[in-house]
């Protein structure tokens, strides 16, 4: 076999990802991490919400700093447009996620990454969302992921990269499998 | 624990625990040294294979390859697989022929630390050891999810480690969970039955039956992948929690894959995530595990091609992989009352029973821990567990190279505590 002289780099500290699983195996409740949101009623179909802390490592954690998100919908549903729809965000979650797999996993299989493109498209029929048919369900019929990467690696090898990142990937699980949700009012 | 009042049935050297195919391939290396032993069994020898499995199953492995230290096999059948009542022979003529001392219908209930070595409790009195080998099996309890509980009280429920036969069943559909050895072979026959079948797939381990013209096991064993150990890979774990490979014996050879399956009417669905209102919810994962187990068995072929190249062996040409196909729309949800599916059949793996242990010596989530079968506490042992030393650890034909380590480890710690404290023994 030949060896690779050149360092992959991919800008992921595999070194780090690897050490908190070693550890964390170690001390299983240091894992249990709690993600939030807050989020404000603007106008109309406008929201904002903002990203700042979670917790993890046993302790409150804060970004780096603060995060906010417009919400709307489109003028087509007669709204101002002064944001994604929410369900665009969760196209960003979907890619944000997979992407940062694909990364990781690459640097972890010594891959180098040149380029990750995806495009990321989902049907929905809004005759859900409206209670015209009750038949149809309020959220997308599908989705569909296309990744266009270029790496020093066989087409076997991106392949097995993408499918790993699904495998790992929060969000990917978050989308395919239930999840029990509680939504209280004060 | 309070000390249980039993009568003493005997002091010994070493107790193994478990008269399958695994206790008794201990039980010959240990002869072989001359160190004093009993078998406890609960039933009769093989009592797994006798009382816990179905009735079409044969063995993964064909005929030539099964052997146990000092047996090999001699049949008129070398490429076939042997079924239920043939291995039950098999292990039994093995105990007999070798006068092995089992003692049968002997059900361990407590194992404890006492001084220097063991008190093994059993329903026929106690016996003390310097030594224990734990070889009572991988598979003692059927691992059902805990959403089981959420299913209508209409479906009927069957673990495949309480599984006969298809016409047990109640007519009707049945959704099978899991895609294992054992999840496809029950959809298969189920669904040759004339039920419909759907079968829930998570992550599997996809195999061709033959390749290259020789059996998928020849290649794994004469590569030398069936003897790697868990030095040798990455993740010991990992390979320790996979599913059995999709195989299945039969006279044709015959692969039985997910695509077999989907043309014989199976209806493959994502991984059992939830029930819900009277509807089981699969994962919308189908697709992925799907392209991961075929890249995962490309991966292995080629491996078995270097190998076959690098070491002139002759072999007919390999032929494409057909891609695992996956219906356009996967259904996501199913309603138990509208589609008739009276049935849910869990194939969903096993795990040891070790309440009987009263040594610390699990782990947090209940798991023996061990170094290759050697346990934490001296003179403790296990044996038959997946990838216990190696790949090949829980087949019938991997229990030799095991045993014979262990036993070497055993007789070495025997020798040595009896050097150092003279008179403990017997």
Redesign the interface.
Known sequence: MESKQVAVDNGVNIEALLGAREALSET?QAARFKWRATSEWLNGTHSRSVIDSFFGLGEEQRHRKEFRFDADHPEVFASEDNGPTPVEYVLVGLAGCLTAGIAAVAQNRNIQLRAVRATLEAGMDIQGILGIDGDVRNGF??IRVHYEIDADASR?DI??LV??S??RSAV??I????TDVTVTVG | MRRMSVAPAGTVDVVVIGAGHSGLAMSYCLSRRAIEHVVLERGEVANAWRTERWDSLRLLTPNWMNRLPGKVYRGDDPDGYAGVDEVVGFIAAYAAANGMPVRTHTRVLRVSSCGNGYRVVTDRGAWRCRAVVIASGACNVASVPSLSAQLPATVQQVTARDYRRPGDLPEGGVLVVGASATGVQLADEIRLSGRPVTLAVG?HVRMPRLYRGRDIQWWMLASGLLDEGPAEVDDAERVRRLPSPQLIGTAERATLDLNTLRARGVELV??L??V?DGQA?F???LR??C??AD?KM??LLASFDRWADANGIAAESPAPVVPTAVAA?PLLLLDFRRRAVRTVVWATGYRPDYSWLDLPVLD?KGRLQHTGGVLDMPGLYALGLPFLRRRKSTFLHGAEDDARDLACHLACYLDHTARRVSGMAN
């Open positions: 299983p019929d599908g076997e392949a097995a499918a790993q699904q495998k990917f699980d989308i395919t499998n239930p | 992550e994502g991984r995530a939830g819900r919810q994962s919308g994962s992925n595990v392209a991961l890249l490309q991966r729309s947090r």
